[in-house]
Each structure stands twice: as C-alpha cells, then as structure tokens.
C-alpha cells in the first residue's frame, strides 16, 4: 500500500529554522492532515504535532506543523543539538482504510 | 503516567507462530483504539494493524503485508492488546510497538518500548 513522500534527509545549522515534508494525496493527507514524529536513535517514537497541527501536552512551541493540499510540514525553529533525530508523518487513509506513515527524514543540525 | 509494555518476542523459525502482547495502565484502556506499529532493523515505521474500542464492536485493520497471517485481539479486563503472528517470514523481523490512539483525533499519541521478533532458521 502507498505511503507518504518525505525526503530522506535535511541538515541546518544550529540555531536555524527546518522545515520538513510530507506528501500524500487526497485520501490521506489532503483531507485527513498529517501527525507528526520524533524517533532518536534506540528510543521509541513520540508525538510532535497532531494530524490537526495542535501539539500534545509539553512538546515545544519550536515544533509546528501546517497543510497546504497534499502536503504537510512540519517546522522546527532555533534548531538544537537535541534535535537531531529522524522524523515521520503518519495519518489514515480513508480510501484504503490503514494508517500510512512517511518513510522519514533524517534531520542532522551542522 | 501512561505506560505500554510489550512482551513475548524472541526468535522464530520461518513458518512459525508467535504471540505478543501489551500490558497497559495509566489510562482508560477500554475507551481507545489500539494499534501495533513494526519497525525493521534500520529502516522506517510500518503500521501492523488496529483495535477499535466496544462502541465500534471491537472491529480490527491490518496491513496488506500483514492481513490473513495476524490477528489483533484485546481484554479490555486485563487492560491488555495482543497480537498473533503466524506462518511468520523473515521479512516481519522487526521491533514491534504498541500504540495508544487519541480518541480525537486518532494519532499514535503514546507508545511502548517496542518488543524485538526475529524471524530466522
């Protein structure tokens, strides 16, 4: 089954704003938005942002998510050490009746 | 505190069965759908399959790679989710997550440390 489009890899400087993608079609992202992801080596993912772009309880206001058409973003500004991490998007597919996720990006802060 | 705790991976052989399963607490188990999520070695997130809750008669989706081969099942008694693997590939090795949905809207908002399956002769 098809999942999202994210590139596999972005790097930033430290202290820089990154924006990250997500591209799905209409019967995911473009009518259900995209969540979003952090997964540091060995760990467990944790929840940014919901596919409604609020973010859940004690996540950063650096972490904000949006949705234009078929893709969503996630930006993180003043980025940090700690930042570096891989993220994904994930949502339902109301077409296909499954959750779909991204296949990730590897965010590395220079 | 919410906590989800996977247990019963391990290695298989391939065409073998395993049976796994995730304890929770810290929340109403009963009122939230349940998903599995797999991870293989080095690679990216994949949705396993879905519980939903009583309301929704506890109906179940799964994964094309997955569907017909896994079942999820869940004791809303034992505030417990599992999921039964049989004739087992090697391409299902992974690290298996348990995830607490959202009610509203549904994301993967809590998850488990992840249980390691191995699925090799």
């Known amino acids: 089954q098809a999942g999202l489009t994210q590139p596999p890899s972005v790097s930033k400087g430290l202290r820089q704003t990154a924006t990250l993608t997500c591209t799905g079609n209409?019967?995911?992202?473009?009518?259900?938005?995209a969540a979003w992801l952090q997964q540091h080596q060995g760990h467990p993912p944790k929840l940014l942002s919901y596919?409604?772009?609020n973010r859940p309880s004690g996540i950063s206001e650096r972490f904000s998510a949006s949705r234009s058409g078929n893709t969503a973003s996630l930006t993180i500004t003043g980025l940090q050490p700690e930042d570096e991490a891989d993220y994904y998007c994930?949502?339902?597919?109301?077409?296909?009746?499954?959750?779909?996720f991204g296949g990730g990006t590897k965010l590395t802060v220079l | 505190e919410v906590q989800l705790v996977e247990s019963g991976g391990g290695l298989v052989q391939p065409g073998g069965s395993l049976r796994l399963s995730c304890a929770a607490s810290?929340?109403?188990?009963?009122?939230?759908?349940m998903d599995w999520v797999r991870q293989p070695p080095g690679k990216g997130l994949e949705w396993v399959g879905r519980?939903?809750?009583?309301?929704?008669?506890?109906?179940?989706e799964y994964a094309a790679s997955v569907k017909g081969r896994f079942t999820i099942s869940r004791d809303d008694s034992r505030n417990s989710l599992y999921l039964q693997m049989n004739s087992l590939k090697t391409e299902d090795t992974a690290v298996y997550y348990c995830?607490?949905?959202?009610?509203?809207?549904?994301?993967?908002?809590?998850w488990g440390q992840g249980t390691l399956v191995t699925v090799s002769s």
């Open positions: 519980s939903r809750d009583k309301t929704k008669s506890y109906t179940t």
């Open positions: 994930s949502t339902w597919d109301s077409s296909l009746s499954v959750v779909v």
């Open positions: 810290g929340f109403t188990f009963s009122d939230h759908y």
């Open positions: 209409s019967n995911n992202v473009g009518n259900q938005g």
């Open positions: 995830t607490r949905v959202n009610i509203t809207p549904r994301d993967p908002v809590d």
């Open positions: 596919r409604d772009n």
